[in-house]
């Protein structure tokens, strides 16, 4: 745990909070065409047709046919704002059903391009809480986009063998579709929760689908070792180690702990939740409760490197010895990237709910000062206190509640849902989100879209990022990392898809905070694929998107059978330098410069060299063990 005085903490406190006001975010939701009744239960945003514009796709509601809805952005005819959603979701075929003249059921929705063709394709899968099954011949589906967000279906796509394995009439509760390349062979895969078929059981094991590149799918969970039953709320997917393997972790319903699923890089996977640290049930809830997560959000919250996991956790309580929705920080590669709970990260105003329903979450720069935010949905229990939170990060990362300061206390009511988007692409996070609205009949209904247009992001600077995926990488370069310096703060974000509750979906262009930063001094892209490989481009202007497919690749030699591999990055350098390779980790690791001096010796076991104390120039970095031997040129700079 991390001290902070009393008197710097009441001076941070004061300094973050000073400057918000109601002007930091507009409420437009009619203004972008989304009427006073249009409904979500959850969202999904991603570019479906193909022009950088991200769009909108919502399940409106449960255990219901055609309740897909899907919303493409385009340029608003008005002029003010200059975007605006149109519904498209009678041209998108997202609801037609494969074999009956009928509409079809979804209740978790992701995208991720299963075929490799350049455009995002659709899971749309079947969830169910009890034995309701009105609808048993809907089966989860794959659906593939022809590049203008019109969907077909494909057929024996693989998802026909999800069905209850004690009971093939039902088919699979679905919970949460995350895409990820777990052997990187360069075609996406679907990691899939499952919840269950009844509270008392059978409980629904977890599935492995590995994709075969043309939209069909192979069930290969007992080979990869993902044999858990428990009942999941989601999962997401992410580097959780800083080996290049994306690894998964799973958000239980109150019946177990969830599970880390750390990749082998042998196409298995192992849970090592217990010896790390990851649990949604590391403490009881209000009043001894247990804990349930309804979605684990990776992201380097501090920019040290590796990923810590904002926990969404419902039960939750307010006294110190009560658990909550929590901030689990990586502790690193030291301590064996052990996620310590730190309950004291993050500070809520009141009003508050003694019992809390958070239920969904993102991470976003708000103001773009390379500090990432939060917001946080409330819902379900105490609908007069339920609210979102908006926490702002400040220097000595802890978040601090501006939601009063914002004015949106009493306007957004118990959210269940939310994403973040740049919809107009001006270089700042705007919000979609649902909330409760008004009714003296004390209405529930908790799907009301609520559309925040971000006014203050883009008075900073900004850079944003768009991969595509070369060879031997999946084309929507899911699992890529990107790293940006600038101005001595190093940001790192990953690509996900399908992540959190319900499979929930920000876009896949990667928005990054610069301050009052004018450069990118250097940005790295670490690509999923093996060999591994990267790309690095330095002195980038900011204020633009960008566009890295991978054209300028950097992968060193290609190794034959047996022989050491070796890779750096960033190259260039500014401060750490980060090391992979497959040699021993007692193999030897040496510095030299032009003029053949030693400036750093150890060994492969450290995967960060520190360059801050060494002059600027072209230098060799040499790994040996006994005959074999490998070097690579290195360039610090200042």
Known sequence: MRFVSPLLLVFLLTATVSAQDSTWFRIITTDVGFGNDTKALRFNSVDLNGDRYPDIAVVRNIYKRGDIRVYLNE??????PPRRFADWTEQSGVNVHP??????RGDCISFGDVDNDGDLDLIAAVWMYDTRAPFPEDKSQVMLNDGNAV????????????????????????????????????ILDVYIAAYWRTPQGPYHPDRLMKGNGDGTFTDVSQQARVTAAFPMQGASCTDWNNDRWMDVMTSPYCRSNGSLLRNEGDGTFRDVGPMVGYNAQTMKGDNGQNLCQW??????????????VLQVLVHGGLDGNEGRTVIATNQGPEEDYELVWELDRLHRDNPQSYHLGNMDAQWLDMNNDMLADIIITECEYLDNTDRPFFYLQSADHHFYDITRKLRFVGRIRSPHSLEALDYDRDGDYDIVMNSNHFSAQGNNDRADIVFLENRIGNTNNWIGVQLTGPDGVNRSAVGARVIVYAGGVRQMREVQAGRGHFSGQQPLELLFGLGQNTVVDSLVVLWPRYPFAYTALTDIPANQYIDIDGSVLATGDLPVAGEFTMSVFPNPVRDMLQLQTNAPANARVQ????LGQMVYDGTASSAWIDVHGVQPGMYLLHLQWKAQSVTRRVCIMR
């Open 99 to 104: 074999t009956l003249d009928t509409t079809k």
């Open 151 to 186: 969907f077909a279906h494909v057929v024996d796509d693989g998802f026909e063998t999800l069905v209850d394995p004690q009971d093939a009439r039902y088919p699979l509760s679905v919970s949460g579709s995350s895409f990820l390349d777990y052997d990187l062979d360069g």
């Open 75 to 80: 340029e608003n005819p008005a002029g003010t």
């Open 591 to 594: 510095l030299w410069n032009a």
């Open 295 to 308: 979605g684990a959000y990776p992201y380097d919250y501090d920019n040290d490197g590796d990923m810590d």
